[in-house]
């Protein structure tokens, strides 16, 4: 019987006043395609952006070479590295990947990668191996987007060690995975959401960030489901910003706070932000991810910090 969570995401830990780049922790952004039929350069920006914005020191985007320039010209706050490619695209070198974010103290892999990936793949194919070996460093890490659709389709779910993963599907992408291992609960019910988190959680010993109306956080033993937020969310780069998020509070907190702690706090704020978002511009839709992203510092806020007495009102 899964425990239903009620509470409050637990606030921040003060930042310390003397501080510098380095005390706030490196956040590795591995993503974006450099195929010239289907280019993908604005995920992984976005999330180096809202990693930024959550307060990390550091944001390093690892993109392929033939597109690295324009991710940091689209994150100019960032520092980066471009990794080369084969003849079909794909990463060629992945141990120059591995070894250049080793050091960091945080990863989100996945945002605008691309994918070699159909049903069966091969467990070597280079997406679904970089993936593996990535999550193989042991560093606090956020798989999303087609870092999932990689590892579903190679098979490499139960041969992985995720337990130092946050893993943030939308329900197409749990839909994948469910397929890939067998299991029953649908990401698209409401009945069964809370379960069907709670199930992945459970078999890969991993926290589950299952996104949507009324997103999901599970830990296998207890589940959490997000109260607040506000459909201008529905827009591409919304999730790319939740992962970047994610992987900044881990890079900050994670001596302090669990992995479903991180978690519920990276969901909830994003949530918190796009109601500003629409606060401010009348409830309507058309907020673009970036604007979401530069509202995190304020909803961030309205989490508090630990030994306040009460968590800051938000402003209008």
């Known amino acids: 019987m899964i425990a239903i969570d009620p509470s409050r995401p637990p606030p921040l830990e003060p930042r310390d006043p003397a501080g510098h780049k380095g005390t706030f922790g490196t956040v590795a952004v591995i993503g974006g395609c450099g195929s010239m039929s289907t280019p993908m350069i604005g ?6 952006r809202a990693a930024l914005r959550a307060g990390c020191g550091l944001a390093r ?3 392929p070479e033939t597109i690295i320039r324009e991710g940091i010209l689209l994150c100019p706050s960032a520092t980066g590295f471009g990794f080369s490619l084969n003849h079909d695209s794909l990463p060629s070198d992945r141990q120059a990947i591995a070894d250049h974010v080793r050091h960091a103290d945080s990863i989100v892999i996945g945002p605008g990668l691309g994918s070699d990936l159909a049903p069966g793949l091969a467990p070597d194919a280079p997406i679904a191996r970089l993936v593996a070996e990535v999550v193989a460093l042991g560093k606090p890490t956020v798989i999303d987007a087609d870092a999932l659709n990689a590892l579903s389709s190679a098979g490499l779910f139960d041969t992985t060690d995720l337990s130092r993963s946050i893993l943030t599907p939308h329900p197409g992408e749990f ?3 469910a397929r890939s291992l067998g299991l029953q609960h649908q990401p698209t019910d409401a009945d069964t959401r809370l379960l ?4 992945l959680a459970t078999r890969l010993k991993c926290v589950v960030i299952l996104k949507g109306a009324g997103t999901v956080v599970s830990d296998g033993d207890q589940a959490w489901v997000c109260d607040r937020g506000h459909h201008c969310m529905a ?3 919304t999730g790319d910003v939740l992962s970047g998020l994610t992987g900044s509070l881990f890079a900050q907190n994670l001596r302090t706070h669990s ?5 519920r706090q990276a969901v909830w704020s994003h949530a918190a932000a796009s109601e500003q978002w629409a606060e401010n511009h009348d409830g309507m839709a058309g907020m ?9 510092p304020g909803s961030l806020a309205q989490l508090g910090v630990r030994g306040d007495a009460e968590p800051p009102t938000r402003r209008a």
């Open 43 to 48: 995920a992984p920006a976005l999330a180096a």
């Open 61 to 63: 985007l690892v993109m």
């Open 175 to 177: 839909a994948r995975i």
């Open 196 to 199: 069907a988190a709670a199930e």
């Open 235 to 237: 827009t591409a780069g």
């Open 259 to 263: 992995h479903y702690e991180i978690a």
């Open 288 to 296: 673009l991810a970036a604007e979401l992203a530069d509202l995190l």
